[in-house]
């Protein structure tokens, strides 16, 4: 494997995750959705792909994360492991395959890690839903918890604004990963909270922590990649920093195309049989 930053090319298991919070080694993740985009993102040396339900927006168009559906979120997690060598392919569970209770929650996840063969779950919430997250660490399936801005909850919040400002909330939170870090989740992502808050929960709990919006005191990040990679427009909140311009390149790449079918250029007599 020809990575850019990464030695050790060796598969990244959520042990894994665990031994690098410990050595103060900083964990890269990035969403993928598709084969072609894994592969890539794979083989420049992330350490953890994320099947997000945020391909509710990025490939389905939809304004929320909610309409997506076990069976695309499947398709979707299939595609990228059949891509991926090295990283840890973590896959969502869409809104409502384990809201409603414990048994729909085992179920789909089964289903999920069975027809996709991805590497981990993720789920969000904390207290509420810690006795689903506990029946599927039980039937042997790593999980990921989410907590902060939880993009599912949209409705309840009415706002992507940023979570846990109020001492409350943020007792709640600290309390919420704590909860699941000792019932046996490998790691957490913190989206959209105070800097100092998500610091102080790296600094708390045994399992590594995924920032998004959430600075720097965590023991990783995690983007979406259409956002990172510039092929999105229109979306800059503060945390994402943009590591190309896909959009303008993509445009100017397809534009030269229809010109040059226009014109007659493409294609040329090298490029005929």
Same mark, same amino acid.
């Given at each position: 494997m020809s990575g850019y930053l990464?030695?050790? /090319?060796?598969?990244?298991?959520?042990?894994? +995750?665990?031994e690098?919070?410990?050595k103060g080694e900083k964990i890269s993740m990035l969403t993928s959705y598709d084969f072609t985009t894994a592969s890539i993102v794979d083989r420049a040396g992330v350490d953890s792909i994320?099947?997000? @339900?945020? $391909?509710s927006n990025v490939m389905g168009g939809n304004t929320t994360t909610l309409p997506i559906t076990v069976d695309q979120m499947i398709y979707h997690a299939r595609s990228v492991v059949k891509a991926v060598k090295r990283a &840890?392919?973590?896959?969502?569970?869409? =809104?409502?395959?384990y809201q409603i209770g414990s048994h729909d929650g085992v179920s789909n996840a089964l289903r999920i890690m069975k027809e996709s063969g991805c590497d981990a779950l993720k789920l969000e919430?904390? /207290?509420?839903?810690?006795? #689903?997250?506990?029946r599927i660490l039980d039937a042997g399936i790593p999980v990921i918890g989410h907590l902060g801005l939880t993009p599912q909850s949209i409705n309840k919040f009415g706002t992507y604004a940023v979570r846990a400002k109020e001492e409350r909330e943020a007792e709640k939170l600290m309390n919420d990963a704590r909860l699941l870090a000792e019932v046996g989740c490998f790691a957490v992502v913190l989206e959209k909270v105070p800097a100092a808050l998500a610091a102080k929960v790296t600094e708390e709990i045994a399992i590594p922590t995924i920032?998004?919006?959430?600075? $720097?005191?965590?023991?990783?990040?995690? &983007?979406?990649? $259409? @956002?990172? &990679?510039?092929? #999105?427009?229109? +979306?800059?909140?503060? =945390? &994402?920093?943009?590591?190309?311009?896909?959009? #303008?390149?993509?445009? @100017? $790449?397809?534009g030269q195309y229809v010109t040059d079918v226009k014109s007659g250029e493409f294609p040329n007599e090298s490029e005929s049989y």
């Amino acid at each position: 494997m020809s990575g850019y930053l990464v030695s050790d /090319e060796r598969k990244v298991t959520t042990r894994r +995750f665990i031994e690098m919070k410990q050595k103060g080694e900083k964990i890269s993740m990035l969403t993928s959705y598709d084969f072609t985009t894994a592969s890539i993102v794979d083989r420049a040396g992330v350490d953890s792909i994320l099947v997000g @339900d945020s $391909a509710s927006n990025v490939m389905g168009g939809n304004t929320t994360t909610l309409p997506i559906t076990v069976d695309q979120m499947i398709y979707h997690a299939r595609s990228v492991v059949k891509a991926v060598k090295r990283a &840890l392919v973590v896959c969502d569970m869409p =809104f409502g395959s384990y809201q409603i209770g414990s048994h729909d929650g085992v179920s789909n996840a089964l289903r999920i890690m069975k027809e996709s063969g991805c590497d981990a779950l993720k789920l969000e919430g904390g /207290e509420e839903i810690l006795p #689903t997250v506990k029946r599927i660490l039980d039937a042997g399936i790593p999980v990921i918890g989410h907590l902060g801005l939880t993009p599912q909850s949209i409705n309840k919040f009415g706002t992507y604004a940023v979570r846990a400002k109020e001492e409350r909330e943020a007792e709640k939170l600290m309390n919420d990963a704590r909860l699941l870090a000792e019932v046996g989740c490998f790691a957490v992502v913190l989206e959209k909270v105070p800097a100092a808050l998500a610091a102080k929960v790296t600094e708390e709990i045994a399992i590594p922590t995924i920032g998004i919006g959430a600075g $720097a005191g965590c023991d990783g990040q995690v &983007l979406v990649i $259409a @956002d990172m &990679l510039g092929m #999105t427009q229109g +979306f800059s909140p503060r =945390f &994402l920093r943009r590591y190309a311009d896909l959009n #303008t390149v993509i445009t @100017d $790449a397809v534009g030269q195309y229809v010109t040059d079918v226009k014109s007659g250029e493409f294609p040329n007599e090298s490029e005929s049989y």
